[in-house]
């Protein structure tokens, strides 16, 4: 794992890079260690705002592609001028780097989308930067509830050029749609 708390800490754009996008407590971490299949891989916490840096895991060996965990955003507890500073790493992050393949904008499926999550969604359409919504504590949620999410979710992915029209449902403590995810990492990272 590298961390860079500022552009210039960045790893060399030498893999193909998929992030983990988020409100904070929105299961990134989690759901980065239920991909890969290490538990410790991201630290996860109750604590909204732990991840406070851009966190690089490289994936293969040799090296063949690199997840990256965001801080989350939206936790208003953080102090402003954290929160400023972290908002400069990340949308700075996503226009500027050519190897970004895609951004994974995880969205809680017991909350759907919150106007935070439309404001990446926007900004990551203007810096024409590829991303999927993924639904993420689907375990947490009825089925019939998880399903108008679901469609609620992919509406709204459709009015969005830059976004993948089909959403993943997942759950990392049960494994749910976790198959289905590595694949769309997998497939992005091939595009």
Same mark, same amino acid.
């Given at each position: 794992?590298?961390?860079?708390?500022?552009?210039?800490?960045?790893?060399?754009?030498?893999?193909?890079?998929?992030?983990?996008?988020?409100?904070?407590?929105?299961?990134?971490?989690?759901?980065?260690?239920?991909?890969?299949?290490?538990? =410790?891989?991201?630290?996860?916490?109750?604590?909204?705002?732990?991840?406070?840096?851009?966190?690089?895991?490289?994936?293969?060996?040799?090296?063949?592609?690199?997840?990256?965990?965001?801080? =989350? $955003? =939206?936790?208003?507890?953080?102090?402003?001028?954290?929160?400023?500073?972290?908002? $400069?790493?990340?949308?700075?992050?996503?226009?500027?780097?050519?190897?970004?393949?895609?951004?994974?904008?995880?969205?809680?499926?017991?909350?759907?989308?919150?106007?935070?999550?439309?404001?990446?969604?926007?900004?990551?359409?203007?810096?024409?930067?590829? $991303?999927?919504?993924?639904?993420?504590?689907?375990?947490?949620?009825?089925?019939?509830?998880?399903?108008?999410?679901?469609?609620?979710?992919?509406?709204?992915?459709?009015?969005?050029?830059?976004?993948?029209?089909?959403?993943?449902?997942?759950?990392?403590?049960?494994?749910? =749609?976790?198959?289905?995810?590595?694949?769309?990492?997998?497939?992005?990272?091939?595009?």
């Amino acid at each position: 794992m590298k961390s860079a708390p500022e552009l210039k800490f960045l790893p060399d754009p030498d893999a193909p890079e998929v992030a983990f996008a988020g409100r904070s407590n929105v299961g990134k971490s989690s759901l980065l260690n239920a991909l890969t299949g290490r538990n =410790g891989l991201a630290r996860t916490s109750n604590t909204p705002g732990r991840t406070q840096e851009l966190n690089f895991f490289d994936v293969g060996d040799p090296l063949q592609l690199r997840l990256v965990d965001m801080p =989350g $955003y =939206g936790f208003a507890k953080a102090p402003k001028d954290l929160m400023r500073r972290w908002k $400069y790493l990340v949308n700075d992050f996503l226009r500027g780097r050519a190897v970004l393949k895609r951004v994974l904008v995880l969205v809680d499926s017991r909350h759907g989308l919150k106007d935070v999550d439309r404001e990446l969604m926007d900004m990551l359409d203007k810096a024409a930067v590829s $991303y999927r919504l993924v639904l993420t504590k689907a375990d947490k949620v009825k089925a019939t509830e998880l399903a108008k999410v679901r469609d609620a979710t992919s509406a709204e992915a459709r009015k969005h050029p830059a976004a993948h029209p089909d959403v993943i449902a997942t759950s990392s403590e049960k494994g749910m =749609g976790i198959p289905e995810l590595r694949a769309a990492v997998l497939e992005s990272t091939l595009a």
